[in-house]
């Protein structure tokens, strides 16, 4: 009588979980994009060259990730730098996310730079491959199309170090 009262108290006591829901995972395909900064040209100058060429090109800087001054915090050594920009074009997105809501992956628009084991800095993204973008119907597709080429232009314009 005891163990049943104790089942009966701990299965009135545990907390009820809803069946979770369903995971879809989808195949896309994506590209990525790398570029070497030039020799001449510091991290700093890429970094400035990134974030003017997309004020230019009329796409928003949104954020950053230091994720370097993490590793730094976290061990209390000096970590090789590297750095994650956000961008973003609202209406866009906004266009993107009304034809194909798995387009969210993709946002913010990001683009890194870092140094890698030997010094050299790179400049790199993840980005939505061009099949999927020419999928994309009328203003959305010309519009996504306008960001892509704005990212790779941003990407060319931090490798060279143009202000």
Known sequence: MRTLILFITLLLAAPTYAAAPAMTISA?????????????????DAVESLKLRANQLNIKFVGANLIYKEIEALTGKPAKRMEIFNFCDGLTAQQMLAADINTIAFM???IAIV????????????MMNDKFVRSLKGDTRKNAE?????????????????L
């Open 28 to 44: 896309i395909q994506v590209q990525l994009v790398k570029i070497q900064v030039a020799e001449s040209v510091s991290f700093d």
């Open 115 to 126: 140094e890698d084991t030997d010094g050299k800095r790179w400049v790199i993204s993840l």
């Open 146 to 162: 306008r960001v892509m080429e704005a990212l790779k232009n941003m990407m060319r314009a931090a490798s060279a170090g143009d």
């Open 108 to 110: 913010p628009c990001r």
